[in-house]
């Protein structure tokens, strides 16, 4: 692997790692941890693909918190797009 190659690799794990800790910081908001989120090591050391984030495995409590957060987050989407829709074809064009 020459320089360049190196500077590549180093700069998809790096932007692999701050997606990872951008996820976990979103998951904590939500009340969700995840244990074992972390980098697929395989997916780091192969020049062509790119990192993967490993979400691990989770008990059921964590998998329901997860799945609320989600759903919480789909309603409150929903609800702002009604919203707006209601309002645009409630003006005079």
Known sequence: MNTEERRAAAARI???????????????AAGVKLPSLRLDVPSLVSPMSQPLIDLGRCNLATTRRLTAALRQRRAELVAKVRAANKQSTSRPV
Not at 19 to 24: G, I, K, M, P, S
């Open 14 to 28: 790096e932007e692999a790692e701050a997606a990872r800790e951008d996820l976990r910081e979103a998951l904590d």
